[in-house]
């Protein structure tokens, strides 16, 4: 990751395999770990593309509640409308 970087979108939409509710629980908290240890350079949002029961909220919930944003999209043009009003 580029320093300063704080944007990123994770196109899952060709995954056909589904995470655990465990698997999904330890992605939220590695996404949140990984950006706490840029605490001090960026502010991390992550848009996740993709459609159900591959991507659902449970990840998303688990990194936002440890402080990295984050949202669900089922396609690429609202997650990139989202990043982007995202850094007004």
Known sequence: MELGT???LV?????TSVLSGLE????GCISAEYAHRFKESIAL???V???PPVIDRFAALVASNC???TEIFSGTIDAVEWLHRSCS
């Open 67 to 69: 402080g990295v944003t």
């Open 6 to 8: 704080r944007l990123i």
């Open 45 to 47: 949002k992550v848009a």
């Open 49 to 51: 593309v993709g459609a």
């Open 24 to 27: 999904r629980y330890h992605l």
């Open 11 to 15: 196109d899952c939409s060709a995954v």
